[in-house]
């Protein structure tokens, strides 16, 4: 069964910190291009980040730029998602979500790509 699972959500105070991961079961994530969506209550699905499958190539929306990076462990199948300075309109669930085949879609953060997607996990900034 192929599938990504997310951990790492929580309650975070403003100006903290959280790392989210995503494991991949079924599928080897590293050759996909990758990324993390969010989805705030009332609001649409959002782009956060994305990684191409060689690793070499990052992108984020402008409201995070700074703040949060996207990084992969190949051995363990399993991206990463460092957030710093939290604030709380980043307040969310955040989904974990894969472009299979590998393509442009998904490194422009537009959810129409996305094949996969994660159950998601919640990231709450609130003091």
């Known amino acids: 069964q192929l599938q990504l699972v997310e951990s790492g959500g929580g309650l975070v105070q403003p100006g903290g910190s959280v790392r989210l991961s995503c494991t991949a079961s079924?599928?080897?994530?590293?050759?996909?291009?990758k990324g993390w969506f969010r989805q705030a209550p009332g609001k649409e699905r959002e782009g956060v980040s994305a990684?191409?499958?060689?690793?070499?190539?990052?992108n984020y929306a402008d409201s995070v730029k700074g703040r949060f990076t996207i990084s992969r462990d190949n051995a363990k199948n399993t991206m990463y998602l460092q957030m710093n300075s939290l604030k709380p309109e980043d307040t969310a669930v955040y989904y974990c979500?894969?472009?299979?085949?590998?393509?442009?879609?998904?490194?422009?953060?537009?959810?129409?790509?996305?094949?996969?997607w994660g159950q998601g996990t919640q990231v709450t900034v609130s003091s």
């Open positions: 979500a894969a472009e299979v085949p590998p393509g442009t879609g998904l490194m422009a953060l537009l959810s129409s790509y996305v094949n996969f």
């Open positions: 079924g599928f080897t994530l590293n050759y996909y291009t």
């Open positions: 990684i191409s499958s060689s690793g070499a190539t990052t």
